[in-house]
């Protein structure tokens, strides 16, 4: 299984599940099941459960799936023959994994690896978001906002219900507590409902427009054929619209890679060159 050991990053992780837990115990404890009418609290806690659940289920899935990440030490003579390439076809090796750089790949320094369209490293995943992992990470923003909005919208109504009513019959914990926690939940999910609303745009803006997040801070020229967006959205979430593009638990097995299979670890010494043309042929 795929997991980065970075200290920053598995801080961030256990404080995402932290959150998500805490905002559970005040839908479910404070709200809902103090609740008279048995109808809402049995619809809403089913929508915000299930929500959650698949919010943590992706959360794991973007942090314990291999990005695409290039094989380390893979910048041998071996390997580079194996590849077939033309003659006057130039790679790139990367100086600090001693890789051979697909096209659009980068460095990660935090993951230690190239990554294939890196978009970028998140430490709220702990991993980098690639070409592997993109799917997961979209629906983890876009199942956090939605439990956002939803848990906004029911404190909203449980003031309003406090509020014509005797605040101590509309929880099981005291006025205060209440008024605390509620509030604590309202800036949690407006906080998080912002966020997570930017990141998901423009993680769909990125897939879209077929260009990376860092590809666009570094202002790269494409050097690629672009897909076209519709095109390009179904290889993210792994084929043809369907329900399977929400779950978490599929995997992206739209493409089949009908290429020869190359060594994982290509046997011979790692060459000294960081560019590396292939040699005309002599006529």
């Not at 559970?24 to 659940?53: D, R, W």
């Not at 942090?63 to 893979?74: E, F, I, L, R, S």
């Not at 956002?148 to 005291?174: I, P, Q, R």
């Not at 959205?233 to 009908?258: E, N, R």
């Amino acid at each position: 299984m795929w997991f980065i050991k970075d200290a920053c990053g598995i801080v961030c992780a256990i404080i995402t599940w932290f959150l998500v837990f805490f905002a559970e115990f005040v839908v479910l404890f404070v709200m809902l099941i103090p609740s008279k009418n048995l109808t809402y609290s049995l619809v809403n806690g089913t929508i915000f459960n299930s929500l959650a659940f698949l919010a943590l289920a992706s959360h794991f899935r973007a942090m314990c799936t291999d990005p695409g990440a290039v094989p380390k030490g893979n910048a041998t003579k071996e390997y580079i023959e194996s590849l077939q390439l033309k003659p006057g076809q130039v790679v790139y090796k990367c100086p600090k994994c001693c890789s051979i750089k697909p096209d659009r790949a980068h460095h990660c320094s935090v993951c230690k690896r190239c990554i294939r369209k890196m978009d970028h490293h998140c430490p709220w995943v702990n991993n980098c978001v690639g070409e592997n992992n993109q799917k997961y990470f979209v629906l983890f923003t876009m199942y956090i906002s939605l439990i956002s909005l939803h848990a906004l919208v029911m404190v909203v109504f449980h003031f309003l219900y406090c509020f014509e009513d005797d605040w101590t019959k509309c929880s099981s914990f005291s006025p205060p507590a209440t008024v605390i926690l509620l509030i604590l939940l309202c800036f949690e999910g407006l906080l998080f409902l912002i966020f997570t609303s930017v990141m998901f745009g423009t993680q769909v803006h990125s897939i879209c427009t077929d260009e990376t997040g860092i590809e666009k801070l570094k202002r790269e020229d494409p050097t690629w054929e672009k897909t076209p967006s519709w095109e390009a959205m179904k290889s993210a979430f792994g084929g043809p619209l369907s329900v399977t593009w929400l779950s978490p638990f599929t995997d992206l097995s739209c493409q089949k890679d009908t290429s020869d299979p190359v060594p994982m670890f290509p046997q011979g010494e790692i060459i000294e060159e960081d560019v590396i043309e292939i040699p005309l042929e002599p006529h």
